[in-house]
């Protein structure tokens, strides 16, 4: 399951970097980095499967693809976010949970209520590049996790590609491949984070249409309340996990922002 969706995921993006090689117009261009900062975020969320040793059981195999073909193209080892995900995980929604920490320091970006148009406005923001800024704040508590090799590795990965690409004269991919990150997938990131769990103790029980899940909750993780629930489930598993359990009825993003903008 994980295999075919990486690989799934890259053949999307080796189409839109031909799309863009193709057609080499600017307005290809913009269109090909929105869309490849999407297939980056569904490239982090299969690393995500990694952190929580979903990929296989054997601690190397597991890291060793996790890292090559998840974390690394998105500049980081797994560790460097793997602490702070799983402090995330042991102390959901309390003052040592290292999300609030970070939604704390940018109070007014996450604070309720989160109208319409205040979230377009994240998500222009995050579009041109302004709001990746924000990652800053989580630094502190992913640095304390962080090992020397953990920022290294990422470095020695990055220059071999660049040095590859130079060679075959291919020097403009790694630039739009960064420039999507810092633009696109921070974007993707941030408007699936506030469908989690902003405007609640606890985790929104979802359900999303085709639009949401190819931009920004891919890979089932419109399905965060079961992941809470089990986390080492993998995604691919969440949907028969939620059909085995009868709680509480999942509501549609469309209602989720309605209740975030009236409250």
């Known amino acids: 399951q994980w295999l075919w969706r990486t690989i ?8 839109l970097f031909y799309g863009m090689y193709k057609f080499d117009h600017w307005a290809t261009d ?23 040793r979903n990929i296989s059981k054997n601690f190397w195999i597991n890291d060793g693809l996790g890292n090559l073909f998840n974390a690394l193209p998105l500049f980081q080892s797994l560790n460097f976010y793997k602490g702070f995900h799983l402090d995330h995980h042991s102390n959901l929604l309390t003052e040592n949970d290292p999300e609030i920490h970070f939604r704390n320091k940018g109070a007014k970006t996450w604070s309720l209520p989160m109208s319409h148009s205040k979230r377009y406005f994240i ?18 508590h992913i640095l304390q996790h962080t090992r020397w090799y953990d920022l290294l590795l990422p470095v020695v990965f990055w220059a071999i590609i660049v040095t590859i690409f130079v060679q075959l004269n291919l020097g403009w991919i790694p630039w739009y491949w960064t420039l999507a990150f810092m633009t696109s997938y921070w974007a993707m990131f941030r408007q699936r984070a506030i469908t989690e769990h902003i405007g609640t103790n606890s985790t929104h029980k979802l359900h999303a249409n085709f639009v949401q899940r190819f931009f920004f909750l891919p890979h089932n993780t419109w399905y965060h309340y ?13 949907p028969h996990l939620r059909s085995e359990k009868v709680k509480n009825e999942a509501i549609s993003v469309k209602d989720l922002y309605h ?3 009236s409250n």
């Not at 929105?34 to 980056?40: A, D, E, M, S, Y």
């Not at 079961?226 to 969440?238: G, Q, S």
């Open 123 to 140: 998500l222009l923001k995050d579009l041109s590049g302004i709001g990746y800024l924000d990652t800053r704040h989580a630094l502190p």
């Open 8 to 15: 799934l995921n890259w053949l999307e993006v080796v189409v």
């Open 30 to 52: 913009a269109l090909g980095i929105l869309l490849i900062g999407t297939r980056q975020h569904a490239l982090a969320l299969l690393g995500h499967e990694a952190i929580h």
């Open 259 to 261: 209740q975030l903008s």
């Open 226 to 238: 079961e992941h809470h629930e089990c986390m080492y489930v993998p995604c691919w598993n969440l």
